[in-house]
């Protein structure tokens, strides 16, 4: 049988635990969210230097990342950064995007960036 003093613990072990398990469900959400992102950086950055080292036109290029990115919103032309900006055969073309990834404010908000680096002339 309970006594009157144990009334009442499992709502205090309950209050002392929930915001524990509610960080840890919150952190793991927010963590796929960010690696998703992660992929889909890497994926736009892969995209357009392949435009860039087969076309060797940036407005091509900076198109292909936009056009991959789309399940993050629209990527601005400013976190497009393709070095160098002409593409001749044997050189490496490099292109990254950067990104801030909004999160539900507990974590704050997440720089990343994707990088792809291929040679010029397929």
């Not at 796929?32 to 890497?42: D, S």
């Not at 230097?49 to 036109?57: I, P, S």
């Amino acid at each position: 049988m309970r006594t009157d003093r144990e009334r009442g613990a499992a709502a205090v072990e309950m209050a002392i635990i929930l915001p524990v398990l509610v960080a840890l469900v919150m952190g793991i959400v927010e963590f796929g969210r960010a690696f998703n992102a992660q992929q889909t950086l890497t994926f736009a950055a892969r995209e357009g230097v392949r435009a860039m080292a087969l076309e060797n036109d940036a407005t091509t290029a900076r198109t292909a990342v936009r056009s991959a990115g789309t399940p993050l919103g629209t990527i601005p032309d400013s976190s497009i950064t393709i070095s160098p900006t002409s593409c001749t055969t044997g050189t490496r073309v490099t292109v990254t995007v950067a990104y801030q990834l909004s999160t539900t404010g507990f974590f704050g908000p997440i720089n990343l960036s994707g990088k792809g680096v291929m040679l010029c002339g397929g």
